[in-house]
Structure formats: C-alpha cells, structure tokens
C-alpha cells in the first residue's frame, strides 16, 4: 500500500509569494494532520480534518497559514504571503480514527 | 495539555549493544496513547512502537521494546542489538484516546551508533 504522499519534496520561495503544499493520505484513513517541524520549537500540530472536516486549527500561526481537504484522498496547505520564518519541515499524517498516525516525507520550505 | 519530556539530547551506542531512551509525559487524561518515531537523517518520521495506557504488558515490535511504569508516567524506548542504521533522532509522543487524537511530542533524543 502507498503510504502517506506529499509534494513538493522540497520548496525555494521568496518571501511574499504563495505557497501550496500538498498532501494525500493513506487510502482509507479519516484521519488527516498537518504538522510543522523547527529547530526552535521542534514538531508541532497545526491544524487537523475529520472526514474532510477541520476540526481543531488552534496550531495554525496566523491568519496567513490555510488549509483545505476538498476530498478524503486531497489535502492542502497555503501559506499566502510567504515568510522567512515559515522555513521549516511540514509533514502531513493520516490515521484511522485513534490509530497510529503515518507520516508523509514531508515538504522542505524555504523562504528567501 | 499533555507534556512531553525527553532528557537526553543524545546518546553514544556501541553496534550490538542495547540503548533506553527515556520519556516522562505529563496529562490529566485516564485514556492515552504512547508512540515512538523514529528520523533518520533523510527525514521521515517512520512509527516504530505504541503502548496504550490500558494495556497491561509492555508493548514489543522486533528490537524495539517500550517500558511502560504507568505510575512514574514514564514509557522508554529499548532498542536490543544496536546496528548503525539506528543511528537517527527518537520522538516520544503521546495523543488523548478521548475525543482528541491530537499527537505532542517530545523534544526528541539523538542516538548514534558507533562501530
């Protein structure tokens, strides 16, 4: 089975453009988390989707962090405008219900 | 909230032998959920063992083995046999098993094996 996907692997932006992370989960898991992972403050969660419903985003930094999950098998970060700061690892994982959550590769972002 | 503490920054492992990587966690929640995750350098997070709060006997997978002491609130990770492919940073994490499967995690402990 195809684990957790996500692109870009890797992400060079400048500050101020958009930037989409994408992400699909495990087939079959209701389950999908986004998380971010700094050298200063280590991995957090940002936001996370119940059957396509977001369901707590309390970790999500400030009104320019989004994310969507149009469907079970899609989901989307965006960060609109980008900045230096953002640079780090966003992973997505999917569980099934209270299931061991599976990580993606992450996407590395920088921001110039 | 829960908390997660991981003392060890890092640690020195000879190759074959065994390693404990210690985990205190801190939750008012009765029902949680214990993980280990791995990272290697080429930065998956990779599952590597759970450990319910109900289950009585420490949870096993392979060479890894969590030492579960409910009552310190302590769940470390033994890894038997050390090879150099262990070599990577160990995540403790823990998630509510109520109605929030949110995951924190530790700070994470580097391990590297030596030769």
């Known amino acids: 089975d195809a684990g957790v996907i996500q692109s870009p692997r890797h992400e060079v932006t400048e500050m101020g453009q958009e930037v989409t992370l994408r992400c699909k989960p495990i087939s079959g898991h209701d389950y999908l988390f986004w998380y971010r992972q700094t050298m200063m403050r280590g991995l957090e969660l940002l936001i996370y989707f119940n059957n396509n419903v977001p369901i707590d985003d309390s970790g999500m930094p400030e009104d320019r962090f989004s994310a969507k999950m149009p469907n079970a098998s899609f989901s989307t970060l965006k960060i609109q405008p980008s900045e230096p700061r953002d640079s780090a690892v966003y992973f997505c994982?999917?569980?099934?219900?209270?299931?061991?959550?599976?990580f993606g590769p992450g996407t590395r972002l920088t921001v110039l | 909230a829960q908390k997660i503490t991981q003392t060890q920054p890092g640690m020195f492992v000879q190759e074959k032998e065994a390693v404990t990587l210690d985990c205190t966690y801190d939750t008012s929640d009765q029902s949680y959920g214990l993980f280990w995750y791995k990272q290697p350098s080429s930065g998956e997070m990779i599952f590597l063992i759970y450990q319910g709060s109900y289950d009585e006997q420490n949870a096993t997978e392979g060479r890894y083995s969590l030492n579960f002491q409910k009552a310190r609130k302590s769940a470390n990770l033994v890894i038997s046999a050390s090879q150099l492919g262990d070599s990577a940073m160990y995540f403790c994490a823990m998630s509510p098993r109520s109605n929030d499967y949110k995951l924190s995690f530790g700070a994470g402990t580097t391990v590297t094996v030596r030769a």
């Open positions: 994982a999917s569980s099934r219900g209270t299931d061991t959550q599976y």
